[in-house]
């Protein structure tokens, strides 16, 4: 997919949020998950696992949302959320208007026909009792709808859609390689021609060859079917490939959002700096140039006990004492990009000034109570 050159405007300035026409399909707010930490004889709380911590966005119909970021950042946890399969913490999670984040399983079984999720592995996520045609028409018996022409016929079409044979319907998962269970699990998400799919890692299971085929799927599918995604992946190539807009999670926390061409071109946010000079660029003639990799310093810090300030500012080379005492929150500093940084990049004035506004202040203070150079006396 061709990536088009948009400029963005040059000012980094506060700007009003991009405006949609009609209502967002999904919108999470203050969304939160800490898994207790329980120990001892009575099992007491010791803490919390702070999974997801005060996640903010929407998803408006027809597009189709990225979220990226490393191994145990929260993106998993965030995608049971949204289609609670979880229970949230705190924060509100509303689906056409509607609030359904403490809805009970009675309530949330007439919604099942439009959240669906497709589970990252192939391989677990399909009963190995069960045949391909009872999978995928699962659906239908648990909601008790009766499909024209009966089940058989639709999960035939359904199998046919996906790319699978419809004389695939007595076999058994186990027959199948990682793809084509891929392509079961989802004709079984689509059965009910939902309006909302969470995706949770659709090729990560696959090889190479496999995911192109899936990752188009997807798409081909999307514009047939007018659906709306959110893609959760760690591949920043097919994230790349398949989706309108980008979150960029660390930690438990959204430290970027923004349009796919613009965060591709010009990330704003160190730590998405960090993960885009990590894709290799598949050209021999730059085999001798010099990498622009941006290597990170120590290790991803614990869920459990979170640094204070900004999250990312141990592993940031443009960290200051601001960033380690206070969070900054997510803002929108151009038209339709939010970053949560104190210093973001690509902007005009790189330098962050409230870095020498704290050395001064710090300064001022050591003379007055300690002295200056001149031999003034400290304060009493």
């Known amino acids: 997919m061709t990536i088009s050159e948009r400029s963005d405007g040059p000012s980094p300035a506060l700007v009003p949020a991009k405006k949609h026409d009609g209502e967002a399909l999904l919108k999470v707010t203050g969304l939160r998950k800490h898994f207790p930490i329980k120990k001892g004889l009575f099992q007491r709380q010791a803490g919390a696992v702070r999974a997801v911590d005060e996640l903010d966005f929407e998803v408006w119909p027809g597009e189709t949302l990225g979220v990226v970021g490393e191994s145990g950042c929260g993106k998993s946890?965030?995608?049971r959320l949204i289609t609670r399969l979880l229970e949230p913490s705190a924060g509100t999670v509303e689906f056409e208007g509607?609030?359904?984040t403490h809805l009970g399983v009675g309530a949330m079984r007439p919604l099942r026909r439009d959240v669906q999720m497709i589970f990252q592995d192939p391989y677990s996520s399909l009963n190995p009792r069960h045949t391909i045609g009872t999978i995928v028409g699962a659906p239908f018996r648990l909601q008790r709808v009766s499909p024209?022409?009966?089940v058989r016929k639709e999960v035939q079409r359904l199998l046919s859609v996906v790319g699978l044979n419809p004389e695939h319907y007595n076999r058994y998962p186990?027959?199948?390689?990682?793809g084509q269970r891929q392509r079961v699990g989802i004709a079984r998400a689509l059965a009910l021609n939902p309006?909302?799919?969470?995706?949770d890692e659709p090729v990560s299971a696959l090889d190479v060859s496999i995911q192109a085929q899936v990752v188009n799927l997807l798409d081909d599918l999307q514009q047939e079917l007018g659906l709306t995604y959110v893609i959760i992946a760690h591949d920043l190539s097919v994230v790349r490939h398949v989706s309108d807009r980008i979150a960029v999670m660390y930690l438990g926390k959204i430290v970027e959002l923004a349009d796919r061409d613009s965060l591709y071109r010009a990330p704003m946010h160190p730590y998405t700096k960090a993960l885009m000079s990590a894709v290799p660029i598949p050209d021999p003639r730059r085999k001798n140039a010099k990498s622009g990799r941006i290597l990170l310093n120590g290790d991803v810090p614990s869920p459990i006990s979170p640094p204070s300030g900004c999250r990312f500012h141990t592993r940031c080379w443009k960290a200051t004492e601001l960033c380690g005492t206070t969070e900054p929150p997510l803002l929108e500093v151009r038209h339709g990009r939010q970053v949560a940084c104190h210093?973001?990049?690509?902007?005009?004035?790189?330098?962050?000034p409230d870095a020498a506004l704290l050395t001064a202040t710090k300064e001022a203070f050591e003379r007055l109570w300690t002295g200056d150079p001149?031999?003034?006396e400290p304060m009493r």
Do not use: Q, Y
């Open 343 to 352: 210093h973001p990049e690509n902007v005009d004035d790189p330098a962050p």
């Open 77 to 79: 946890t965030m995608g």
């Open 195 to 199: 309006k909302l799919v969470v995706a």
């Open 148 to 150: 024209a022409g009966g």
């Open 98 to 100: 509607r609030d359904i």
């Open 374 to 376: 001149a031999g003034s």
């Open 174 to 178: 186990h027959e199948f390689s990682g």
